[in-house]
């Protein structure tokens, strides 16, 4: 949940941004670069339809496992701007997302881009 003080500095960075596409146009959304982070799973279980096999009609029924997906998810980064998705990254288990991950991000390199970094404050 966010604070009121968050919900301000939320505002003030929207009425920036607009303030700066009203002044630059178009070129401005070229600086703009987002990212998010969700759960993977990284192995995808068979459906029953595609484990689907041909028997005969006396043949014992092939038994199908169920499997935990949590125990198979790794964390997924991903950045992009308006062009499309630039940089994702998988991040090593055990480890937590914090600005020193973001900061740490390799291929990620927001000066030669241009881009604004005003978010990735530690």
Known sequence: MLTDLHKTQRLGSALTFLER???EGEDFL???VT????WVAYVTPESKQQSMEWRHSSSPKRVKFKQTISARKIMCTVFWDRKGVFLVEFLPRNETINA???KNLENLNFFRKGTTTHFLRQ
Request: proline share 0%; net charge negative; hydrophobic share 15%.
């Open 21 to 23: 596409y009203h002044n």
């Open 30 to 32: 070229d600086q703009i």
């Open 35 to 38: 990212g998010d982070e969700t």
């Open 100 to 102: 020193a991950s973001y």
